[in-house]
């Protein structure tokens, strides 16, 4: 799907639960060509699901950028503190991916859990506004479009829309310039990738 030669990007990935958002983000991280996919995984979904180790100290995660693979566990440093766990990773991203070449990705998936439409911690604004500098893409998935801060959809290159049925979840897409009526009848599995620079809408499923 991605032209990873292109223009940086950032990803936001929307839909109701067991639309197929999840799937997608997987396959979608699977087949890209990136050096490095970190994940903040502090429910260990993804680790479950990919089969893959969490890292839960510095010192894992730094092994674990050989295998192109870092899929955080905040509870190991950071027990009782999820904020300060997160604010650790996306320091860390950031940090590792100023260091290297080549195309890194970071997954957040429910980003409204750290963030609301005023505020959101620096760390994370900073991949926002300029993790693309260093070929870092922000792929953000959430079930609640309307409670992400105006940063990250505002720095969002392209949308990829799964079924939502909420009327404030519709508005909120056809303002970033989503059909809303098309998405709220979408079956489930299909989506409609959005291109925020050109306006071109593709449509594809997963299931």
Request: proline share 5%; glycine share 8%.
């Amino acid at each position: 799907m991605a032209d990873y030669s292109a223009k940086p990007r950032s990803t936001l990935v929307v839909g109701m639960t067991g639309s197929g958002k999840t799937t997608f983000v997987f396959k979608y991280l699977r087949k890209s060509p990136a050096v490095c996919r970190f994940i903040f995984d502090d429910q260990g979904q993804a680790s479950a699901r990919l089969k893959i180790p969490l890292a839960g100290t510095e010192a894992e995660m730094n092994r674990a950028l050989s295998l192109r693979w870092v899929l955080f566990n905040p509870h190991i440093l950071f027990p009782g503190d999820l904020a300060a766990g997160f604010k650790f990773f996306c320091q860390y991203v950031f940090d590792v991916s100023k260091g290297g070449p080549g195309w890194k990705q970071v997954l957040i998936d429910e980003v409204w859990r750290f963030q609301d439409r005023d505020e959101m911690p620096k760390e994370l604004a900073v991949i926002a506004q300029m993790g693309r500098v260093e070929r870092l893409e922000l792929i953000t998935a959430t079930q609640m479009p309307h409670k992400v801060n105006a940063s990250i959809t505002g720095s969002s290159t392209e949308m990829i829309c799964f079924r939502l049925d909420e009327s404030v979840q519709l508005r909120k897409v056809g303002e970033l310039g989503g059909p809303a009526e098309k998405i709220r009848a979408l079956p489930l599995g299909a989506y409609l990738s959005i291109d925020r620079l050109t306006r071109e809408i593709r449509a594809g499923k997963v299931f």
